[in-house]
């Protein structure tokens, strides 16, 4: 059986200490608002949700830029 899995990165940022590693999973809310805000530019597609095909304010974030831009984006 093909799996239905779509190639791409996941972001997070990784604290690293000489006891501990953390990693802290983007928060959504709020690159949402860093594009609102025009504080950030990336490429990226707005996908709404199942439920609120109809609610413009309700959507995921897809980063589409390719990994050069997005780690220059940084």
Not at 6 to 13: D, G, I, L, S, W
Not at 26 to 49: M, S, T, V
């Amino acid at each position: 059986m093909d799996s239905h899995l779509v190639p791409m990165h996941t972001v997070a940022k990784i604290d690293m200490a000489p006891d501990k590693l953390a990693i802290q999973w983007y928060n959504e809310e709020w690159l949402i608002g860093l594009f609102k805000q025009n504080r950030i530019r990336i490429a990226h597609e707005k996908i709404p949700y199942e439920q609120a095909k109809m609610d413009n304010d309700q959507y995921q974030v897809v980063l589409t830029a390719s990994t050069m831009t997005s780690r220059n984006s940084c």
